[in-house]
């Protein structure tokens, strides 16, 4: 019986797939399997997918559908090993449309998010089976080593920036048509909650007389631009509320906020596998979400594996699912208090160290590696199952 599954990585800023391809892949162990993770940008990476192949891979799989599109003299690697690999996927479709469309029986699709899901098979009608996958996180084995009360970092924000400004101004250079669509659009979708912004790029084309979704490289090239503007524009709000308080804001490109005067402290992004000890030192862990309504960015329940309160922008799902968790704190990012707000979280003198129990059952419960997994044995099982009915006879 195969008994291998491997994980793909490609580049990943701070080593945070690897990180978490080779953590989320533990609890494979007790099920008698081993977990294996393969980096494609390290020399003689196939010389270590080989002996593998040769004793036996269960299933594959790459966050972003890393590895999907191996090829052996122009043919899928997984069609002609016949073994099952499972892109899971968590970014916006128009980022990357090829990894959501690869033509092998054998590779399928798993959306961490049902919004991503819903894009793909509007535009871009895979032929791939596509299923939702449970998220994972793993746990985080130091989050009683300091009592909340104690944790040395009050407010804690990890995120790489993005100059809305400074996309803002590359707009220049495109075709006015497509110019006046972006313009549009994002003053539109900044007024908006936390959402899919899909149907206002649409919109605004359709005003400006563009029908783009039978060109859909001019579509998700759009998407793509708003998509980043209105997530920089986002964590941007978030960060400014930040900077009269004592906070720590982790990682690249935030050189466009003015932090002279602020209280905040900026820091150069640090390897994946420092953030659980960071987390776990955090009272109050800082997360801004994609552009979806069904799901949440992964910090959030990184957080409450580590016992942090967490702050972060609504949406659907927060809206719904988080309203009674003590210890999350979501805020309407267009709010016009949000500043005053956050500061009100940061000045409360409550000890949430024992409100953080129903964050960490969720965490355990609903965002388990184990799921993660399973989801993933699951797929690839269907997989294997289509594949043996298309062969029989009619």
């Avoid at 195969?2 to 892949?25: C, P, Q, T, Y």
């Avoid at 790459?62 to 191996?70: D, F, K, Q, V, Y």
């Amino acid at each position: 019986m195969a008994s291998h599954v491997v994980a793909f990585v490609g580049e990943n800023e701070n080593g945070i797939l690897a990180d978490f391809s080779r953590s989320v892949m533990e609890p494979l162990a007790p099920m008698g399997m081993q977990g294996h993770v393969i980096d494609l940008h390290e020399p003689g990476w196939a010389d270590r997918l080989q002996p593998l192949a040769r004793e036996g891979i269960a299933f594959a799989w790459g966050a972003a559908g890393i590895g999907s599109r191996l090829d052996v003299n122009g043919d899928n690697l997984w069609e002609l090993l016949q073994v099952p690999f499972i892109s899971a996927l968590s970014d916006t479709p128009s980022q990357l449309p090829t990894a959501h469309r690869v033509l092998s029986r054998f590779v399928a699709n798993g959306y961490l998010f049902r919004d991503w899901m819903d894009v793909q098979r509007r535009f871009i009608r895979s032929p791939q089976i596509s299923a939702l996958l449970p998220h994972g996180v793993p746990p985080n084995p130091r989050r009683d080593e300091i009592p909340w009360a104690r944790r040395p970092h009050r407010l804690v924000f990890v995120k790489t920036a993005e100059d809305p400004a400074r996309r803002r101004a590359e707009w220049n250079g495109w075709p006015a048509p497509l110019r006046a669509v972006l313009h549009d659009a994002v003053e539109v979708a900044a007024l908006r909650p936390t959402g899919d912004i899909t149907d206002v790029v649409l919109d605004a084309a359709t005003a400006r007389g563009l029908y783009l979704e039978e060109r859909q490289e001019i579509l998700f090239a759009l998407i793509c631009q708003v998509d980043r503007y209105i997530r920089g524009l986002r964590a941007d709000a978030f960060a400014r509320a930040l900077l009269p308080l004592d906070a720590l804001i982790i990682g690249r490109g935030w050189d466009h906020l003015d932090m002279q005067g602020a209280r905040a402290v900026w820091r150069p992004a640090i390897p994946a596998e420092e953030l659980p000890g960071l987390y776990a030192a955090t009272q109050f862990l800082v997360s801004t979400n994609p552009n979806f309504s069904h799901g949440v960015h992964e910090r959030i329940p990184n957080g409450f594996a580590a016992r942090a309160c967490v702050i972060s922008d609504q949406n659907d799902f927060t809206r719904g699912r988080l309203g009674g968790i003590p210890s999350f704190l979501g805020f309407e990012w267009t709010a016009r208090d949000l500043t005053d707000r956050i500061a009100a979280a940061y000045h409360d003198p409550t000890d949430y160290g024992p409100l953080t129990d129903a964050a960490l059952t969720m965490a355990e419960e609903e965002f388990s590696p184990g799921g993660f997994l399973h989801g993933m044995i699951d797929l690839a099982g269907l997989v294997q199952a289509g594949n043996r009915l298309e062969r029989f006879p009619a």
